[in-house]
């Protein structure tokens, strides 16, 4: 079978890139796959050294693929644009994609889970995408059949994904058409229903407060009433949690998981869509989401009572 290609995005932290591009070279199916590594210009003076490094990185892995093509761009476009229009540029040529970012380190069965999902489900309409990602299982206690690896869920992970291009043209980019959903109320409490972080990502988004790709293709996939496959054992690993990034930025190891235990998995006809994972599944979101919040008002409350001090001791 003709294998998924592999849309890579890089910027400037040397280093990650290349702990990426070592795990993704140990891939089985490597040498078989053609990578396209996209790099953003630098948006800052201080990023230009840095980018330059991660390109030369880049290069030194020319020769471990099928073939690497390289996109790098002169003018620095941003994340979000820089995400859409290399996805847009691949899928010019191509039915299916895979996704990957600088700080996503994968397993060796990566690229195979991925390549079989994709051809396995190319005609099953509710699903949007296969996620390669899963939270830690102990936490998330979640129990399988021995006949299945995987479940369906109303949520997509972006660490390591991939998409058919049928599936991909049906996402709306402009966020003016957000517009409507949001003053919306039932509509939004339909989708709070999937994960109760969704909504001020979503309108964050909206408000160009943090533009996120993410919850693009999360809400999309709701609007079309359509699911996302994740494996019970992640086949990924995120190692952006060390402040370098730009949405995942403090260390988390609720995110953590040991990539090397996933070696075999089972893909049936029938993907499970189960009440009971659903709900452990949004249950863990909401968990790590209050956490969040606190943790976020903590620090503030803290930073304003050290201030507070200061004027009146200090």
């Known amino acids: 079978m003709q294998l998924a290609p592999v849309a890579l995005f890089v910027y400037n932290r040397p280093s990650h890139t290349e702990k990426v591009l070592d795990a993704l070279s140990a891939n089985v199916l490597a040498k078989e796959s053609v990578l396209f590594i996209f790099s953003d210009a630098a948006k800052t003076s201080k990023d230009i050294e840095r980018v330059k490094n991660v390109r030369k990185v880049a290069k030194s892995y020319n020769g471990k693929f099928l073939k690497v093509n390289y ?91 991939a998409i058919w291009k049928d599936r991909w043209n049906k996402i709306y980019w402009n ?34 407060k943090n533009m996120s790709f ?37 260390i988390n190891e609720s995110f953590y998981n040991d990539i ?19 709900l452990k599944f949004r249950g863990y979101i909401r968990k790590l989401y209050f956490r969040h919040l606190y943790l976020y008002y903590f620090k503030r409350f803290k930073s304003l009572f050290s201030f507070l001090n200061y004027k009146n001791y200090g």
């Open 214 to 250: 993410g919850i693009t293709l999360d809400f999309n996939m709701f609007i079309n009433e359509a699911f996302s496959i994740h494996p019970f054992h992640t086949f990924t690993k995120n190692i952006g949690h060390d402040n370098t990034g730009q949405n995942c930025r403090n």
């Open 175 to 208: 966020i003016n058409y957000l517009e409507n959903y949001l003053s919306d109320r039932k509509f939004l409490k339909r989708y709070k229903t999937t994960g109760i972080d969704k909504i001020r990502m979503l309108k964050n988004h909206a408000y160009k």
């Open 71 to 161: 996109v790098f761009s002169k003018k620095n476009k941003g994340m979000y644009t820089s995400l859409v229009d290399g996805m847009n540029f691949v899928f010019e040529k191509h039915a299916a994609v895979i996704f990957l970012e600088d700080d996503i380190v994968t397993s060796s069965r990566f690229l195979s889970f991925l390549n079989d999902c994709l051809k396995k489900y190319k005609d099953y309409e509710n699903i949007f995408t296969v996620s390669a990602y899963n939270y830690p299982r102990k936490k998330l206690s979640l129990r399988y059949s021995e006949n299945d690896s995987i479940f369906l869920t109303q949520r997509f992970s972006a660490w390591g994904f």
């Open 260 to 278: 090397s235990l996933n070696n075999d998995y089972l893909l049936s006809n029938d993907p499970l869509h189960s009440d009971s994972v659903d």
